[in-house]
């Protein structure tokens, strides 16, 4: 079935189980499609903007009131819609960081931040991650002195991922944001895999910046983000315009340069509106969410051989496993070679393993049903029995 | 034409909307549980009178 020309309809979740470990979070609500069909035209939230004409005080749709309990929600002052978790990375690293000077990422970082400091001139440096692939506020610390013997200065802004995108890891936002704060180092808390997810304080983990994905975790069309702050820093990152044309003499009123005037216009925004309100409740049942993971995770562990990479017990439903010893040996000799695992997961309504993976590989279960992660739990251990592998209990 | 029959055009495309979420958390065998064949079957029943409106207002 074709939705244009040459555009295969996209059936993937409504035909398989997704497990993909970015797209679990980021499926759209019922809500967020029918929100598609009605604004997908280009400036379809533009119908009714008023002085002062900026996207964040459109009354309706009621996208000024959805700012509101955006911030709210996240225990912060100020809130902005942005073009995906980068854009909120990009205009606070342009903020802060001038050429030459010394930021603070660590080993987990995601590249994105990376190149929001590299675009402002930033020079990168690493809180490195300890042999639990944490990081932590001691190694913050240590690193910050380090850059402070090394720059004579410390770091100008702090980008730490709650969760990490390679292990789904869970870091000590809060415990590092107090040795950020010792240092007057203002901190970005990356939450792409947590806001929309599980529930985000900004002011008790006490960041001065609360980034989040649309598109990846409050089921929202992309691009999408957000990037909120707190009221010291708003007036920083969201300053307004205050450029004037030499010929017209013309200004531009209330727009913010970082947000080069308005942000997310359409379908993304109304998208993520339609999803909030699922969104704000789900995140209160994230305990639900792990109890599935744990199922799958039972089953994964359970087939000899296999192990998590990820830290242990699960603090989040995306993980990294290696089944180097397991599935990695049955490719050794089988047909389909590497294919196998994902050829035999298709043919069970699964989808989401990149194709060919059978030594490390990541998945994420949110946003399963109970009889779907049971679903998931007993093909792993099917494909494992099916293909010689012991199986415990 | 009315705005019943854009109205109508939505209201049936929401509840296949509906419907499709349905399919989601189903997938992949889509096994419907009790609850689920109710709601499925009222959905069913209000897309048929959404069309059955909709040709009234499109076709009259």
Redesign the interface.
């Given at each position: 079935m074709r939705c244009g020309q040459g555009i295969e309809a996209r059936q993937v979740?409504?035909?398989?189980?997704n497990i993909d470990p970015i797209q679990a979070g980021g499926?759209l609500?019922?809500d967020a499609?029918?929100a598609v069909?009605?604004y997908g035209d280009g400036y379809s939230v533009c119908d009714n903007c008023r002085k002062p004409n900026r996207l964040d005080y459109i009354a309706k749709p009621p996208i000024a009131e959805f700012h509101k309990d955006l911030a709210t929600w996240l225990n912060m002052d100020a809130v902005r819609t942005v073009p995906g978790a980068r854009r909120g990375f990009q205009a606070v690293a342009h903020t802060y960081v001038k050429k030459g000077d010394p930021v603070l990422l660590t080993s987990l970082s995601h590249y994105t931040e990376f190149l929001a400091v590299e675009e402002s001139g930033g020079i990168a440096r690493e809180i490195p991650a300890n042999g639990q692939k944490l990081v932590t506020p001691d190694a913050a610390a240590e690193k910050i002195e380090a850059v402070k013997k090394e720059f004579s200065r410390a770091p100008v802004l702090a980008f730490i991922d709650h969760v990490d995108y390679q292990y789904g890891n869970m870091h000590d936002v809060a415990g590092i944001a107090k040795v950020c704060r010792q240092y007057d180092v203002p901190i970005v808390y990356n939450g792409a895999y947590t806001v929309g997810i599980l529930p985000v304080d900004g002011k008790a983990m006490g960041v001065d910046f609360v980034v989040g994905s649309g598109h990846k975790s409050m089921a929202a069309p992309a691009p999408s983000g957000i990037l909120a702050a707190t009221a010291e820093r708003e007036k920083e990152v969201f300053r307004t315009t205050a450029i004037t044309g030499d010929v017209t003499n013309r200004t531009f009123g209330i727009k913010e340069p970082e947000m080069m005037g308005c942000t997310l216009m359409g379908v993304t925004l109304v998208g993520m509106m339609a999803s909030f309100p699922h969104v704000k409740e789900r995140t209160k049942h994230f305990d639900k969410e792990l109890a599935n993971h744990q199922l799958v995770m039972d089953a994964l562990l359970s087939i000899a051989g296999t192990t998590c990479l990820s830290e242990y017990p699960r603090k989040h439903t995306m993980t990294r496993i290696n089944t180097v010893e397991s599935f990695d040996r049955i490719a050794e000799t089988h047909k389909k070679r590497g294919y196998y695992l994902q050829s035999a997961l298709e043919e069970?309504?699964?989808t989401g393993v990149i194709p060919g993976a059978t030594k490390v590989w990541k998945f994420n279960t949110y946003g399963t049903?109970r009889?779907?992660a049971e679903?998931l739990a007993r093909s792993f251990v099917e494909i494992a029995r099916e293909n010689g592998l012991s199986v415990k209990g | 034409m009315s705005k019943r029959a854009v109205d109508m055009t939505f209201q049936a495309i929401y509840t296949l909307t509906d419907l499709r979420a349905l399919l989601r958390e189903t997938a992949p065998t889509h096994e419907f549980d009790a609850k689920q064949r109710e709601q499925a079957q009222r959905l069913l029943e209000n897309l048929e009178r959404q069309v059955g409106s909709l040709k009234q207002e499109m076709l009259k």
């Open positions: 979740d409504e035909l398989f189980i499926r609500t019922a499609m029918k069909v009605a069970r309504g699964i049903t009889k779907q679903h | -």
